[in-house]
């Protein structure tokens, strides 16, 4: 018959020549074997006439389309074929998991099935396929204040893909297999925008609006798990008596308190969500989630932390279902409020700055090691052995700043004056150091310190450290203004200098700010280094306090009621 025969077009040619019969990648559809299935099975048309010639693709269940159609080398995790005379097709070397199969004949009749193989079967027989008449997936799209946005859309399983007509806001995706259900995706191309999940659509449904939504007009009462989280400055808590504006709050979650299965995302915690107690949401970043261990750290931005209070609460809200992923390090650590780099070391992106300044690190030997928060840095002590250098640039340069990290001090550290977090050059040369943040004499005794423009030194010592191998917070602050330079020990104050002169930043020199050392890896630390960040601004005391309060180990700030 007819229209039972394929005559395939050049395009659907190119497409099978550079994808047919290749093997699937356990690590692309989840499988964890590296053992391949034989997947057989037939196609017929209503009748039950034989669908000879018909295009035959294998997908995992949770691939989606490319934008833009590529003759370039297929996706391993793809495998097309074609019927044969009598219908049959045989898709060898399949690796285990979950996949939509469709048969299509390109003239307008298709059939669709789930498929799953297991490791322990040497060949799946599925049920025959009944190509039935096509038809369309119709909807259309807003966008909040009526915007304008290019949104593709896409089937999770199908080589399916469409864009939303600008003018009309309208979709339309052509040759859907019936008597399915299928979930469509679509994704803005602008990050002010949430990608948008639809479950449930069969092949010829015209679809109510679909409300695209931005992080601040998601409704968290559609999130089905909820927790008040108080954050107590009184004295049963962090002890602190003033108001703390535009505070990154450390939350952690832990397996005692959360059940990590609850969240929709439990792998990477993309559902969580936090709100103020009036509704407003506040943005945050993950720094970690293992939920094997049953361990998270997120710092969330809150735009005021009461002091003595024990009453002000935030919403913790999670598993909802398909919850795109807002994290993000730049809303946080907003450059608009004075933070000019903040470097978390976590596990998955240990060298990444996570403000918009992209103040990256580069390593050269450090190892990763436990954090006070999550992930940290360990550095050898062994001059040119480890460090961490950032690459020099204005904003590395306050003319005003704190500087803070937390740090472990090894044992044995047997360079004077060895360096957390330093910037300009070493005292061997010309130049000097202009700040850092130090072990001093000893290995118990840690320091800040300067060197303004009229080549002066300005020092402030600690007390010796009562166990300098516990993790300790370190601050530095300079405020050029007041001409007052202070150092704080785990949130208090050690000491403080007098200084009326600028910073000396030799302009003239590209002195990289580094990490574990000094300029060129001299004067090396034996120590463990967490959470350094580097502020145009002026941290108060309460500030610092407060930073010290909710990271250390056994903060009562943040509690759960």
Same mark, same amino acid.
């Given at each position: 018959?007819?229209?039972?025969?394929?005559?395939?077009?050049?395009? @659907?040619?190119?497409?099978?020549?550079?994808?047919?019969? *290749?093997?699937? @990648?356990?690590?692309?559809?989840?499988?964890? @074997?590296s053992e391949v299935v034989a997947v057989r099975g037939q196609a017929v048309y209503e009748d039950g006439s034989a669908a000879a010639n018909a295009v035959v693709r294998l997908r995992p269940a949770s691939y989606l389309a490319p934008s833009i159609i590529s003759l370039g080398k297929a996706s391993v995790s793809i495998i097309n074929s074609m019927t044969d005379e009598s219908g049959h097709f045989a898709l060898d070397?399949? +690796?285990?998991?979950?996949?939509?199969l469709e048969v299509n004949?390109?003239? &307008?009749?298709?059939?669709?099935?789930?498929?799953?193989?297991?490791?322990?079967?040497?060949?799946?027989?599925?049920? =025959?396929?009944?190509?039935?008449?096509?038809?369309?997936?119709i909807g259309t799209v807003a966008l909040?204040?009526?915007?304008?946005?290019?949104?593709?859309?896409?089937?999770y399983g199908l080589e399916r893909s469409t864009h939303v007509d600008p003018a009309t806001k309208s979709f339309i995706l052509n040759d859907i297999p019936p008597g399915y259900s299928y979930t469509l995706r679509l994704e803005p191309r602008s990050a002010v925008y949430a990608p948008k999940i639809v479950e449930l659509v069969s092949a &010829?449904?015209?679809?109510?609006?679909?409300?695209?939504?931005?992080?601040?007009?998601?409704?968290?009462? +559609?999130?089905?798990?909820? #927790? #008040?989280?108080?954050?107590?400055?009184? @004295?049963? &808590?962090?002890?602190?008596?003033?108001?703390?504006?535009? %505070?990154? *709050?450390?939350?952690?979650?832990?397996?005692?308190?959360?059940? %990590?299965?609850?969240?929709?995302?439990?792998?990477?915690?993309?559902?969580?969500?936090?709100s103020k107690a009036d509704g407003t949401h506040l943005h945050y970043e993950i720094e970690s989630w293992d939920s094997g261990a049953g361990y998270a750290a997120i710092w969330v931005a809150v735009d005021t932390v009461y002091g003595n209070s024990a009453t002000q609460n935030i919403t913790l809200h999670w598993g909802k279902k398909y919850a795109p992923d807002w994290s993000g390090g730049a809303t946080v650590f907003d450059t608009a409020q004075g933070f000019a780099g903040v470097w978390h070391f976590a596990p998955l992106h240990p060298f990444t700055d996570a403000t918009s300044n992209?103040?990256?690190?580069i390593d050269s030997g450090s190892s990763a090691f436990q954090g006070i928060i999550g992930g940290a840095r360990f550095f050898s002590g062994v001059?040119?052995?480890?460090?961490?250098?950032?690459?020099?640039?204005?904003?590395?340069?306050?003319?005003?700043?704190?500087? +803070?990290?937390?740090?472990?001090?090894?044992?044995?550290?047997?360079?004077? $004056?060895? #360096? %957390?977090? !330093?910037?300009?050059? =070493?005292?061997?040369?010309a130049d000097f150091p202009s700040y850092s943040l130090e072990i001093r004499n000893q290995s118990d005794?840690?320091? $800040?310190?300067?060197?303004? +423009?009229?080549?002066?030194?300005?020092?402030?010592?600690?007390? =010796?450290?009562? !166990?300098?191998?516990?993790?300790?917070?370190?601050?530095?602050?300079?405020?050029?203004?007041?001409?007052?330079?202070?150092?704080?020990?785990? &949130?208090?104050?050690?000491?403080?200098?007098?200084?009326?002169?600028?910073?000396?930043?030799?302009?003239?020199?590209?002195?990289?700010?580094?990490?574990?050392?000094?300029?060129?890896?001299?004067?090396?630390?034996?120590?463990?280094?967490?959470?350094?960040?580097?502020?145009?601004?002026?941290?108060?005391?309460?500030?610092? #306090? *407060?930073?010290?309060?909710?990271?250390?180990?056994?903060?009562?700030?943040?509690?759960?009621?």
């Open positions: 018959m007819s229209n039972k025969n394929l005559a395939i077009s050049l395009w @659907s040619f190119l497409l099978l020549v550079g994808s047919c019969s *290749l093997q699937v @990648s356990s690590t692309d559809n989840g499988g964890s @074997s070397s399949v +690796s285990p998991g979950e996949y939509i004949n390109l003239l &307008g009749q298709a059939a669709v099935q789930s498929c799953t193989t297991d490791a322990k079967q040497a060949a799946k027989v599925l049920d =025959p396929a009944v190509l039935a008449p096509t038809s369309p997936i909040p204040n009526n915007a304008i946005d290019d949104i593709s859309v896409k089937v &010829g449904d015209t679809l109510d609006t679909i409300h695209i939504e931005t992080f601040d007009s998601e409704d968290y009462g +559609s999130w089905p798990f909820s #927790k #008040k989280l108080y954050i107590n400055t009184s @004295s049963t &808590g962090a002890s602190v008596a003033e108001n703390v504006i535009h %505070f990154p *709050l450390l939350i952690s979650i832990a397996k005692n308190q959360y059940n %990590f299965a609850d969240f929709s995302d439990p792998a990477n915690g993309t559902d969580i969500r936090f992209n103040n990256n690190a001059n040119g052995g480890s460090f961490m250098k950032v690459p020099d640039n204005a904003t590395l340069e306050p003319r005003c700043f704190s500087l +803070s990290c937390w740090v472990q001090i090894a044992d044995a550290n047997s360079n004077s $004056f060895a #360096k %957390f977090v !330093n910037k300009g050059k =070493p005292g061997d040369s005794i840690v320091g $800040f310190q300067i060197e303004s +423009s009229d080549r002066t030194f300005h020092t402030v010592e600690s007390a =010796p450290l009562s !166990n300098p191998q516990t993790w300790h917070f370190l601050t530095g602050t300079f405020d050029l203004d007041s001409g007052i330079g202070i150092f704080y020990v785990d &949130g208090q104050s050690a000491g403080s200098f007098t200084c009326v002169n600028p910073i000396q930043y030799y302009p003239e020199q590209q002195y990289a700010l580094y990490f574990g050392s000094q300029y060129g890896g001299t004067a090396a630390v034996r120590a463990a280094i967490d959470e350094i960040r580097l502020h145009r601004t002026i941290n108060s005391a309460a500030w610092v #306090k *407060l930073s010290y309060e909710n990271q250390r180990t056994g903060s009562r700030l943040v509690q759960v009621q």
